[in-house]
């Protein structure tokens, strides 16, 4: 970013992004299926002062902490893995987060310490998943993006395996449950808990922003990064450590929800293009509200009945995946 015009560019993008985010926090809040009189709420009169601060507000935090750091998370992979169609759930740290939180549930667990064991399980497999792909597509000190993409792929399509299998051997009750949990959702959370997973999940995505230069080459190729004097293999585990370890931390807490980090992306790259520098932090800024919005139609939509708000980011990220692979094969015979 040299030239002034670059700059002014970046500036209006990220200031865009802000204003709509802060938008997001003052108004997602005051939307619901019941009323919510704010006189009351703000002077600590029930039940409208539990509704905003105990139910709607945590809920939105944490659906805009978890959006923005799944679009993240996508736009990060699909730089190391130069594919756009490469979410932040490709390489199965998702899959291993199921797995654990589906297997907590079939073995009845509850609580460990004073956390649900879902959560913990979740983040132990997704922790598992990270560390065996890492394993498996490192060769000796070197690691390219088509052995990562190979062993990610593999890694998942056993998690999923196994969590079909755990599926069909659980009870009634058990299956329900589990479903309810593969399909994603956003709920409630001490703010205890939310500032624990913003302190963990912000400091890597600040990270991840600073080496947006390095993204930048890679996503060009691993041959043209080398040249300049990145250490790919290097870039390639921090990345993915990264990428990993953010999705696991947000997927132990709201299950997998899928789509964020392909739409998002992409409708930023029609409209900023595809620098990293600038792509990354709008990445977080509009993937946010997303999220939030669409869990907003989660619990509005059929108010009193709540739809999981992975089922709503499938919904819309179902026909956008279509679109995009046919732009693709129109563009192949261009």
């Not at 009323?35 to 939105?60: K, N």
């Not at 497999?125 to 070197?142: K, N, Y």
Request: proline share 4%; charged share 10%.
């Amino acid at each position: 970013m040299n030239t002034v015009a670059t700059k002014r560019r970046f500036l209006q993008a990220v200031s865009a992004g802000a204003a709509i985010l802060v938008a997001a926090v003052l108004l997602l809040p005051l939307a619901g299926s019941a009323s919510l009189d704010l006189g009351r709420a703000f002077a600590g009169q029930s039940p409208d002062y539990e509704i905003l601060f105990y139910t709607r507000l945590p809920r939105v935090l944490l659906a805009l902490l978890a959006g923005g750091t799944l679009a993240v998370a996508g736009t990060l992979f699909q730089a190391l893995l130069r594919d756009a169609l490469a979410t932040e759930y490709t390489l199965g740290v998702s899959s291993g987060a199921s797995l654990g939180a589906v297997l907590a549930i079939c073995l009845g667990w509850r609580e460990v310490g004073s956390l649900p064991a879902v959560w913990v399980a979740a983040f132990a497999g997704a922790t598992a998943v990270l560390f065996l792909v890492v394993a498996l597509a490192s060769e000796g000190r070197r690691m390219s993006s088509f052995t990562l993409l190979l062993a990610g792929v593999t890694i998942n399509s056993i998690c999923l395996a196994a969590i079909l299998f755990l599926q069909y051997t659980a009870s009634f009750g058990q299956s329900f449950a589990i479903v309810r949990w593969l399909m994603g959702g956003i709920d409630p959370l001490p703010y205890s808990t939310l500032a624990v997973a913003a302190a963990a999940v912000l400091p890597a995505l600040a990270y991840v922003f600073l080496r947006a230069r390095e993204w930048n080459l890679l996503a060009v190729g691993e041959d043209w990064a080398a040249a300049r004097g990145v250490s790919v293999s290097r870039l390639m585990l921090t990345g993915y450590l990264l990428g990993s370890f953010v999705t696991g931390s947000i997927t132990a807490l709201t299950g997998p929800i899928g789509f964020v980090g392909l739409i998002v992306p992409h409708a930023l790259r029609l409209k900023l293009g595809a620098d990293h520098r600038l792509l990354l932090p709008c990445a977080f800024l509009i993937g946010a509200p997303f999220l939030g919005v669409c869990d907003l139609l989660a619990r509005t939509v059929l108010a009193p009945t709540e739809i999981p708000v992975g089922v709503i980011t499938a919904m819309l990220g179902g026909p956008f995946f279509i679109w995009l692979l046919r732009s693709r094969r129109r563009s192949l015979w261009l």
